[in-house]
């Protein structure tokens, strides 16, 4: 059984940067869809960007230009590289992964599926 960590949140001023890592253990991740979501208060979670096994990457509108997300197979370890953050960025974000399952014009989709979560990390982004 895989479990997922995060770590990296924490509080930045309005243009600042954060990188978070999420570490899996039990199980190798190098098959499966891997993404990063948040929550903000009072709103649905989104999906802001997943990375397939053939590293094929794709970003929220709201997100594009400013995160890069990686993966590190070998250390079994996702990253999510956040530049330029704004105070709308702050929000709990988690990371997940899938199985690559079609859904919308992509084998790792945002809206899709995904079978493990870890327990967040927060993110807080001041004006």
């Known amino acids: 059984q895989v479990q997922l960590v995060e770590s990296g949140g924490g509080s930045v001023q309005a243009g600042g940067s954060l990188r978070l890592s999420c570490t899996a253990s039990?199980?190798?991740?190098?098959?499966?869809?891997l993404g990063w979501f948040r929550q903000a208060p009072g709103k649905e979670r989104e999906g802001i960007a997943t990375?397939?096994?053939?590293?094929?990457?794709d970003y929220d509108d709201t997100v594009k230009g400013r995160f890069i997300i990686s993966r590190d197979n070998e250390q079994k370890t996702l990253y999510l590289q956040m530049n330029k953050l704004k105070p709308e960025d702050t929000a709990m974000y988690y990371c997940?992964?899938?199985?690559?399952?079609?859904?919308?014009?992509?084998?790792?989709?945002?809206?899709?599926?995904?079978?493990?979560w870890g327990q967040g990390t927060q993110v807080t982004v001041s004006s």
């Open positions: 990375i397939d096994s053939d590293a094929s990457i």
């Open positions: 997940a992964l899938g199985y690559r399952r079609w859904y919308e014009g992509s084998w790792c989709s945002r809206k899709g599926t995904f079978e493990v």
């Open positions: 039990g199980h190798s991740i190098s098959k499966y869809c």
